[in-house]
């Protein structure tokens, strides 16, 4: 991730703690607008493939693939399962606050909220849209920390509302690109439920980033994790149909 280096994060740091020095507040919402504005992708469609591997002790290794059509400016995305063929043609359909998961068994689309997990995977669906993270929460920088070979700033987030993923989160950013090493995320008594690891990223527009791979693990579950690789990226546009119920159902016919 080294090579992802920005230069105008540095003169954003630079103004920031110049004015701000004595406010992790105004730091930390800071670095979390740079942040969105770095993955979220409004200027541009997205689609790609995940593949999810789940990793459980005593347990074969469990493998979903998934298909996903992503529009930030528009707060949509639309993921349908493609494999194994016990979870093909499931979807899930977001429409900004409004997330439904398609039933094909049933025919029924079933509303669900941001903490639902993937497939009963460690992966969360608010993972794979646009990140509105200061709409949620209030941020703070709380230290500094080095993860693995980087250099990062803490920044802890505190939930404004209660229908968020994790009451409290903090997140590890590179302070070479401001991109995300690590996020944690606590419950509202600072129990470590889960931790991410972002091992890399793509660049997939001048300025825009798309995680490539990571690692989700469950703290509360004794060696279950769930990696998750990110493949056949594409930028083109997509139909308006797709982002829609009708094409979910359609795709499980």
């Given at each position: 991730?080294?090579?992802?280096?920005?230069a105008?994060?540095f003169?954003?740091?630079?103004?920031?703690?110049?004015?701000?020095?004595?406010?992790?507040?105004?730091?930390?919402?800071?670095?979390?607008?740079?942040?969105e504005?770095?993955i979220?992708?409004?200027?541009?469609?997205?689609?790609?493939?995940?593949?999810?591997?789940?990793?459980?002790?005593?347990?074969?290794?469990?493998?979903?693939?998934?298909?996903?059509f992503?529009?930030?400016?528009?707060g949509?995305?639309?993921?349908?399962?493609?494999?194994p063929?016990?979870e093909?043609?499931?979807?899930?359909?977001?429409?900004?606050?409004?997330?439904?998961?398609?039933?094909?068994?049933?025919r029924?689309?079933v509303?669900?909220?941001?903490?639902?997990?993937?497939?009963?995977?460690d992966?969360?669906?608010?993972?794979?849209?646009?990140?509105?993270?200061?709409?949620?929460?209030?941020?703070?920088?709380?230290?500094d920390?080095?993860?693995?070979?980087?250099?990062?700033?803490?920044?802890?987030?505190?939930?404004?509302t209660?229908?968020?993923?994790?009451?409290?989160?903090?997140?590890?950013?590179?302070?070479t690109?401001?991109?995300?090493?690590?996020?944690?995320?606590?419950?509202?008594?600072?129990?470590?439920?889960?931790?991410?690891?972002?091992?890399?990223?793509?660049?997939?527009?001048?300025?825009?980033?798309?995680?490539?791979?990571?690692?989700?693990k469950?703290?509360?579950?004794?060696?279950?994790?769930?990696?998750?690789?990110?493949?056949?990226i594409?930028?083109?546009?997509?139909?308006?149909?797709?982002?829609?119920?009708?094409?979910?159902e359609?795709?499980?016919?």
């Amino acid at each position: 991730m080294n090579r992802f280096i920005s230069a105008g994060l540095f003169l954003l740091l630079a103004a920031t703690l110049s004015a701000q020095n004595s406010d992790p507040a105004a730091v930390g919402t800071a670095l979390i607008k740079d942040l969105e504005n770095k993955i979220n992708t409004e200027s541009l469609d997205m689609t790609s493939t995940f593949t999810l591997v789940q990793k459980k002790e005593g347990e074969a290794d469990r493998v979903l693939r998934l298909r996903i059509f992503r529009r930030d400016t528009a707060g949509k995305f639309t993921i349908l399962f493609q494999y194994p063929d016990s979870e093909k043609g499931k979807g899930y359909y977001r429409d900004n606050d409004n997330l439904y998961l398609y039933l094909p068994s049933t025919r029924e689309f079933v509303f669900r909220n941001r903490k639902d997990d993937v497939g009963s995977t460690d992966v969360r669906t608010d993972l794979f849209g646009k990140q509105d993270l200061l709409s949620q929460y209030t941020a703070k920088v709380t230290g500094d920390e080095k993860i693995s070979k980087y250099d990062t700033t803490v920044v802890q987030l505190d939930a404004k509302t209660l229908d968020v993923s994790f009451p409290v989160q903090k997140w590890y950013l590179n302070k070479t690109n401001n991109l995300p090493v690590k996020v944690e995320n606590y419950s509202a008594s600072k129990t470590l439920l889960r931790t991410t690891y972002y091992v890399d990223f793509k660049e997939v527009a001048k300025g825009k980033f798309l995680f490539t791979k990571l690692l989700a693990k469950n703290n509360l579950e004794k060696n279950q994790s769930t990696l998750l690789s990110n493949d056949d990226i594409g930028t083109g546009k997509i139909p308006d149909y797709t982002f829609s119920q009708a094409f979910l159902e359609e795709q499980s016919r």
